[in-house]
């Protein structure tokens, strides 16, 4: 037997790889290093920040509720993959924009500064699947934004690729043309940290990753 016919092997006996996401942009990142998750499950869960939750916390807290949301449905074999992403002005958690002013009022608060996005991923087996390994990773990204103008801010609202976004914008749209650095992972702020990810993957046993 070849090395890929065992790597073939391995993958007829894995598990299911279930992606607990309503996020489009989730699923196109997992297919960028070449995963189709055998499953999509958006879990529903209770989006409020406790009192006095620090963004980081947040973060880690709402990407593990949803993985162990949906591990918790499930009969088979499976391995849960689940992610959050908050944009942070110190402190303060920025809401997801889901119209106009709120997306504005986030604009405004990210216009010439420096900010921080956190995804945190997180992989739970479900309770069939014995050697699945429980992991999770929170990864932290500055983004900078040049000086906007109202007419500017204005031009991004029209746009509005800020619909459904943390934070109000999308680095993948229209205020990459204002964003002045990142340092970290750019695929972190779109929803999913595909280096980690990838690491958390490959850590399992289930072979769905060189
Ligand atoms: C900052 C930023 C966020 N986003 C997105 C990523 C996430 O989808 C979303 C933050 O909301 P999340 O609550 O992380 O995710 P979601 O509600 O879209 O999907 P689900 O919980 O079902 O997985 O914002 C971008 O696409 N681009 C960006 O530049």
């Known amino acids: 037997m070849t090395s890929s016919d065992q790597l ?7 598990p299911l790889l279930v992606l607990a996401s309503a996020s489009p942009r989730r699923i196109a990142l997992l297919a960028q290093i070449g995963l189709v998750p055998d499953r999509v499950l958006p879990a529903n869960i209770d989006e409020t920040p ?15 509720q949803k993985a162990h949301a949906i591990a918790s449905t499930l009969t088979e074999p499976a391995l849960v993959l689940a992610a959050d992403t908050v944009v942070a002005l110190g402190r303060r958690i920025l809401p997801k924009a889901e119209d106009r002013d709120t997306a504005r009022y986030c604009l405004e608060h990210l216009s010439g500064r420096r900010h921080t996005v956190l995804t945190s991923v997180v992989v739970a087996p479900t309770a069939s699947w014995a050697q699945g390994r429980h992991g999770a990773r929170l990864v932290e990204t500055a983004v900078t934004f040049s000086r906007l103008t109202p007419y500017q801010i204005d031009a991004l609202l029209d746009a509005g690729d800020w619909s459904g976004k943390a934070g109000g914008y999308a680095l993948q749209g229209h205020a990459a043309g204002f964003i002045r650095a990142l340092s970290g992972s750019a695929s972190a702020v779109i929803g999913l940290p595909l280096f980690e990810t990838a690491q958390l993957l490959r850590g399992q046993p289930g072979g769905w990753l060189a």
């Open 8 to 14: 073939q092997a391995g993958r007829n006996i894995a």
């Open 50 to 64: 406790a009192k006095g939750e620090v963004p980081r916390v947040y973060a880690q807290r709402m990407a593990a």
